[in-house]
Structure formats: structure tokens, C-alpha cells
């Protein structure tokens, strides 16, 4: 059986037209890569070669994301996705963003609170819209990058040196020292262990009686095992006055902290023209 007969199998064939599936899922905790969280080019290798032998229309079915920062902005209102093997050729008139999303995918971001991080979220619920024609041809990966419509990163927070997405839950109400604004930098995390020193951002406007703290961080938390229940108290090291969370031997008795890579899937249908 060849490559070409083990591709027809996957899809099916009407009178009009022959459609084959292509799933381009991109997981930063799989190889360490920090494409998602720096707003970088990414490349993923195929599982089979893709061998398109007739003119072809691509369409995009599905777009799921995991830990993507939220559209809280014009900027983080949608995503903007690169496909370097798809020839979009999408023109734009852009007062603001022509460079970013000139040959580029809009997707609309309806990430809409950090109360859906660390879950699968889908942004697009409208099936089938076109992305480009694509002439005969056989594709051995993918490559491309994804970004908010200014450019900068979706994921791990607005900065490029994002590359982890936490949540401490469990806070008391009333435990966290002061107000937090969303994109507010730290530099240090004190703890029983001590310190460690690395640049961190929350991920959203936390008011003093929240109960879950969102922050990205550039590097994993080597300290993580004090962030449980009546160790010490927490202290983000910002800018501005340190935020504490207050966690004595008799508060938070449910603190947890979750971590979870950045990740998203776009489903395709590849529909032969007859």
C-alpha cells in the first residue's frame, strides 16, 4: 500500500470532493522548546509525510488552546497564526497591526478569564472557514508562529520570557497583602527555601480577597514545595510594595499549586478539488 492510498483512507470521497484531516498540535513541555511563550518561529516535524496531489482548498475546523493568556486587550482579542507551507496570501489595512497580521490567520481569542487556565478552552465554535488553496505538492512539517495582533506572545504572560503558567489556589480570602494590576512584574519569590531569583508576571487583576493567584514565571519554580499549607509566608518581590500572601500554620489549610505547559491544536480539512 502506498503513502498517497494510506491518506485517502483517513478521510472520505463524495461526488464533489475527497478531504483528509491535518492536526497541528504544539505542546511547549514536549522538547523544552519556548516557541509558545516567546512568540518565536515554531517547526513540527510530521508523523507521515502529507502528499497533496490535486488542487487543494484548506479550511480550518478546530482551534484549541491550554494556558493562552487571556483577551483582556485589543491586542489579546485574537490570535494571530502563521503557517509558512499554507500560502494564505491575506491582504490587510491595518491601522495599527498591518505587519503582524499581513498573511496571517485571525482567530478570535475567547479566552476570557484566568478561571479557565490549566483547561481546554475552544475559540472558534463555527466550523469550516477557509484558509487558502494549496497546489499539488508533499509537506514534511510545519512551521510558522502564533502571536497576539501586536506580535507579542499569548502565552506565559505578554513578555518573551514567559515559559510557565501557575496557579496558587486555595488563599484564605483577605490573605494577599494588597491589590495585584494584570501584567504587574516580580523579580524574586521568597519562601522557607529561601529566594529565587526570576522575572514573573501576573497573569490578571488579583483584588486582597482573591482566592487563586495566576503568574507566569521564566523559569520553574525550584522552591514549589512551600507552597503548601502553613509553611511561611509567600513573598512576590515587585517594583512596587512586595505582594504577601499570608500563610501561617492555621491559613490556607487547602493551598495547591498548579502548573501546566502552554499548548494549542488546530484541526484542518484538506478538500481536493474534482
Known sequence: MSGHDIFQTSGYKNTRNRKRTLI?????????DTHLGSGTEFKIN????????????IYLDNFLTFNSNIGQSTQTSAFSLKINEFNMNSNVASSSSNNTIFNSLIIPNEHKSVTNNHGALTHKGKKFNYVCDINPQTIYSLSGKITDLSGSPIFHGGDTTGLFTYALTGIDSGNLSRLITSGEAFTQITSTSGTQTLDGNFLATHFKSSTTLHFSTSAELTNAVDFVTGTTDLTFNTVAADLVVSNASTENLNLHLVQNPG???AEFSIIARE
Not at 497541528?24 to 523544552?32: I, K
Not at 502529507?50 to 487543494?56: N, V
Open 24 to 32: 497541528l498540535d504544539v505542546d511547549d513541555s514536549a522538547s523544552g
Open 46 to 57: 510530521l508523523f507521515e509525510p502529507l502528499i497533496i496531489d490535486k488542487h487543494s482548498e
Open 263 to 265: 499548548r494549542f491544536i
